[in-house]
């Protein structure tokens, strides 16, 4: 047995054993990574939204559209005009859990 043959099997390492079997390892579920962080927001809350009548970004007003299992539906009309811009899903609302029983 050589130097080099001593070197090379007193590595006992399993990382260093696992990149010399697998070099192309990219599993995003390696231990090794830090936690992922807290994000800063939970969710937005739409203040002005494109309407397609008006052809501008108008301020908008939520309306709560129906009570479901799955969350509460929202739709936001324009101020201006009362033209549906969009809508929303609102699973931690204060009616969501009504029909969860």
């Avoid at 990382?15 to 599993?27: A, I």
């Avoid at 962080?37 to 007003?61: G, I, T």
């Amino acid at each position: 047995m050589t130097a080099v043959d001593t070197i090379t099997t007193s590595t006992t390492n399993p990382q260093v054993e696992d990149m010399k079997n697998n070099t192309f390892n990219f599993d995003p579920t390696t231990p090794n990574r830090p936690p992922q962080q807290k994000s800063d927001f939970e969710e937005f809350e739409a203040v002005e939204l494109y309407c397609p009548d008006c052809c501008k970004a108008m301020p908008v007003r939520k309306f709560l559209l129906l009570v479901l299992p799955e969350g509460d539906k929202y739709e936001y009309r324009c101020e201006q005009c009362g033209a549906k811009v969009g809508d929303k899903m609102d699973r931690s609302g204060q009616y969501y859990g009504v029909l969860r029983g």
